[in-house]
């Protein structure tokens, strides 16, 4: 094969692309839960309030979306750019991770990687790489969320990078720095251990794989970085140990088909088989068979790639190892711990997606015979689909025409559903990507109160998205996670509810066994308790869904 390379125009070409697409859009959909919670924290009246405002999570991303926020306001762009300068920056340390690991030009010198010259294949296959990163709505979703992932994505690579770089030059700076990268990845989300125990696996493995020979791997000193950055972090550990919560994982799963979702997620991103609130009450049988082309084809086409990765890394002894001890580790580790801390979900695996799509790329490009441009194109044609599904699907929500009375004002619908016309209904079956419909929910609210109308939320926790777009107009009653019957609702609430001529129960991410306990215990109280203070006449609107991602309801309870 002749020597071939890029110009580094095609980089700042895929850059420039990869910026515009995490940009677009940012202000597109509402905030959902835990973006609000993200604000919630940073608003804070002090520093220290919003450092130790949770243990769940460590504080860089507090801190960050603080500095931020300040300087440039909280728009819910604004909010979600910090990711989107991480998700453009992954780009460029994809590129880097690709040319380390795909170029033998680039390989380290220690740890059994082949060395030599490939025409310019590997350089291809970086940049390769780097595009498919670039346009992949899998790192766009995270890249344009007002969360910690897109930083731990890039710390993932960054730390891959600091680790190789030890590898080849066996150098102490290399060292210094993955220990304080290391700290500050533990610092963003706690689930950074698993890639340092990646490095630590393969570490070990060369240290006893190159014992007694002319250049052995010492371990020693990757030990004394990695226990520098655990004593960094051990303040911080301390107090998630005295104030940790835990964490709500649903009703119990397969952790192994759960692992496969996830995989199959990196590839396909979120906008194809949209996973929303209607389509997991109705069941995951009635989604393959309503989406099973689009399951079938995507997933033959990206774990094809895949496994035909797998295949080429064998003959390449150095990469195998690396890949197999950053991708194998942290999911048997997953899989140990799944009994005690059952947290396998795509968001705290965001770490693996970048070395799943090296492995893919490889696979594709270096995959035999006809297999090559079927590979190929499919992922092509999975990332085009995707970005369309994706960029195309906006926050627009219409009255279904099914209707029910409230009131002196007529009508209003029983659902707000993607509207029927969406040419992108082809793609989603009326199931758009979107994030959860805070900013109509409050819009609708905010059409049909006045002034000493009352809103409830449930569960409690609603308080952390509501308030961003309510910004304390409307007096809040939180209802706690717990079904609290009629009788206590009253006690605790009753007068405060008692003046009022409207209320709203907002639901969404509903704790008790009855998603409507609520609805069904605020109508006993209200109509009891507005009878006796003289109401002529009394309504309940049942809980209108704001139907777009996991949803929200919105119940109303008319005195009039």
Known sequence: MCAFSFPPRMLLNLLLGGALLRVFGLWVHPLWLDEGATWSWCVRESWGETIYAEANHPPAWWIVTRLWIGAFGDTEASLRTPAALLGILTIFLAWLLGRRLLDPAHHPRRGGFQSGI????????????????????????????????????????????????????????????????????LHTQYFAIWILAGHGVHALWLWKRTRGTDGPVAIRPFVIANLAAGLLFVPWLVFMVRNYEGISTGDPFNPFSRLFYVIWRIGIGPGIVVVDRPRLEEGIDAVVREEWLFAAVTCLLWLGALLSGLLRLRRMPGVWAFVMATVAVPIVLLLLVFPFFPLIHERYLVFLAPTLWLVAVLGAFRAPGFLRPLLVGGLLVISAVGLVAYHGANDQLVAADVRQPLGERGMVARSYENPPDDPLRVLHHGHPFGKEPWRQARAFVDELSQEGDMVLLHPEYLYLVWDYYDRGRRERILLPREALPPEEIAARWGARLDNASRVFLVLSHEETEDPDHYFKALRTVLAKRWVETGMTRFQAVRPILFNRSWGVRVAIFNRR
Request: charged residues 20%.
């Open 118 to 185: 490939d025409g310019g294949e590997g350089a291809r296959l970086a940049l390769w790489l780097a595009g498919f990163v670039a346009v992949s709505t899998y790192f766009t979703e995270y890249a344009q969320e007002a969360r910690m992932y897109a930083a731990l994505i890039a710390e993932a690579i960054g730390l891959s990078l600091l680790y190789l770089r030890w590898l080849d030059k066996n150098d102490k700076l290399s060292l210094v720095a993955y220990a304080l990268l290391a700290a500050i990845a």
